[in-house]
């Protein structure tokens, strides 16, 4: 690793990067791309296909919430390793869609587990550790969008940085979540998988903070 | 004989090796036709001997008579659910695994030992064992302990018959079930889910209780791979998973044996495992269920009732702990 790489953004070479134009449309298709899992989910839940349909939809859109927060998640990694900062006006939608697939795993639960028993439901939030924790990380996950937007970014100035490190514990809280719940079936072949990649990524800030305390070199930090 | 076999007294290809649905359905539109041309035997003969016939054959019927006692008057399950559904992990841990994998499954020739603490210990192949006693069709609710459940038409005859021939003596206290493990057929043994051979128990009194059912078909035909062919036992007011599947030996046993899923979660699975709605599972409620194929995504779950509703079971536990004997 240069001193180079200690900075925060690091940049391995400088990136003219797509035009507005061009990133207009990356956008778009970034936003597609996301939106076809859920597309799935529905169309085929819709025809009655899944024999299971509420273990179909449970399954999907807490499966695809945890890719997504993977790939959120990977951004900054992406730029440092490839010097693309444009990536960065990626993240924010995908984050979003984190929380979009959060949000319908968890509706899921509300609507088919408890049909909007609210009572019922606190009952297996408290009752359940791996509900538990998968409420906490869907909890979390609640004010990183609502300050998604622009001028909320521009009020909280340092202070959004500091609270979207929240994804730093939402994290590792949604593959202890995926974990305990694979544990019923002693299949934990997924989890690890996950766990792992979550680790790489997190690890890597781990790695890079440490380079950067023990760096002479003054860091611009302006968060992950 | 129970199994139709051709008229050369060459066996029919393996029932239950099913290729993709729109494959075997569309072999079966073929068929038809074939047989609308009234060349039928000479036809069915021709195809017979060819490969692509032997995967989509259907199943060979089984002749049973429906016994009404130990009915439910419920809705049946759609065979296409039931059989493209299946929890089988020596095929694949997903659902949907079994009916794809299971193909490979061998269920001819198959025998079953049965041995342990019995006077008069036997090895029986398949079609004996299938011949042991009339064949009766009983339709059972199934409860996944996932929550789920099926209404299914099983075809086989009280386990309590097979008992008797083999006469227990008195150190027989349970009887252990033990799965195929063959990685060659079964692409998920060697996975570390779970232990391999599958094995599975009942206590003497639930062995020989006449709804424990030897099972070896269903739907009026031969049980399919992925449900657990050729020969499977079925235990309807317990969870799902305590009826063994494709078994290759019964053991009668002094101590209660080390069975698959208590083995490796005995604080969810436990060695009863009778359906309570009462005694949750760690990670989710028992007290109600979805029927599959009732409704789709927004029907209403149903009510799981005690001993998934045969409650002619309930004097086997009359004074045990059903919260802690789970």
């Known amino acids: 690793m240069t001193a180079n790489a200690t900075q925060r953004p690091a940049i391995k070479k400088p990136s003219l990067g797509p035009t507005p134009k061009q990133l207009a449309a990356l956008k778009a298709v970034v936003f597609v791309l996301a939106l076809l899992p859920f597309a799935r989910i529905v169309w085929l839940t819709v025809r009655q296909v899944p024999v299971d349909p509420v273990e179909f939809v449970t399954h999907g859109t807490g499966d695809w919430a945890l890719y997504l927060l993977c790939a959120t998640l990977a951004i900054t990694p992406l730029r440092r390793f490839t010097g693309w900062n444009w990536l960065i006006r990626l993240r924010r939608m995908l984050g979003l869609y984190t929380f979009f697939y959060g949000l319908m795993h968890f509706l899921t639960f509300l609507w088919a587990d408890h049909r909007f028993d609210f009572g019922a439901m606190w009952k297996d939030v408290i009752k359940r550790p791996f509900i538990t924790v998968g409420f906490i990380a869907f909890v979390l996950l609640l004010p990183l969008a609502a300050t998604s937007t622009n001028a909320m970014i521009k009020r909280l100035g340092r202070r959004w940085a500091q609270l979207h490190r929240l994804i730093y514990l939402i994290a590792p809280l949604a593959i202890l979540h995926y974990w305990w719940m694979k544990a019923g079936k002693h299949n934990f072949e997924q989890p690890i998988v996950w766990g792992l990649v979550v680790a790489m990524l997190l690890g890597l800030r781990v790695y890079w903070s440490w380079n950067r305390m023990r760096s002479p070199v003054p860091s611009r930090s302006v968060g992950s | ?326």
Request: charged share 25%.
């Open chain 2, 1 to 326: 004989m129970l199994i139709k076999r051709n008229p050369n007294g060459i066996d029919l290809p393996f029932p239950s090796e099913i290729t993709p649905r729109e494959v075997y359905e569309g072999r079966r539109k073929f068929i038809a036709q074939i047989a609308a041309t009234a060349a039928v035997g000479s036809s069915l003969w021709e195809l017979a001997n060819r490969e692509a016939f032997a995967q989509g054959a259907p199943a060979a019927k089984l002749a049973a008579t429906r016994n009404a006692a130990f009915s439910t008057t419920e809705k049946q399950t759609s065979f296409e659910d039931a059989t493209h559904y299946n929890n089988y992990y020596e095929f694949g841990t997903d659902k949907s695994d079994p009916a794809q994998n299971a193909h490979t499954l061998r269920t001819r020739p198959w025998t079953v030992q049965i041995d342990g603490e019995v006077k008069k210990p036997l090895t029986l192949d398949i079609d004996h064992l299938t011949r042991l006693a009339p064949l009766e069709e009983r339709l059972y609710r199934l409860r996944c302990v996932e929550g789920w459940s099926m209404v299914i038409p099983w075809v086989g005859y009280s386990l309590a018959n097979l008992i008797r021939q083999v006469e227990p003596n008195g150190n027989a206290k349970y009887v252990e079930f033990t799965t195929l493990a063959d990685k060659r057929q079964m692409p998920g043994v060697g996975s570390r889910v779970l232990e391999w051979p599958y094995v599975e128990g009942l206590r003497m009194d639930e062995a020989m209780h006449p709804l424990t059912l030897l099972t070896v078909g269903m739907y009026g035909q031969v049980l399919p791979n992925q449900n657990g062919a050729p020969v499977r036992v079925i235990v309807p007011w317990k969870y799902g998973f305590k009826s063994a599947k494709s078994i290759v030996r019964i053991r009668f046993v002094r101590d209660q044996p080390r069975t698959a899923w208590n083995t490796v979660a005995p604080e969810e699975y436990g060695f009863y495992s009778n359906v309570n709605p009462n005694v949750d599972h760690p990670r989710w409620s028992q007290a109600s269920e979805r029927r599959i194929g009732e409704g789709g995504f927004f029907a209403p779950k149903r009510k799981t009732l005690m001993f998934n509703g045969y409650d002619q079971v309930a004097s086997l536990y009359s004074g045990m702990d059903l919260k802690k004997f789970f």
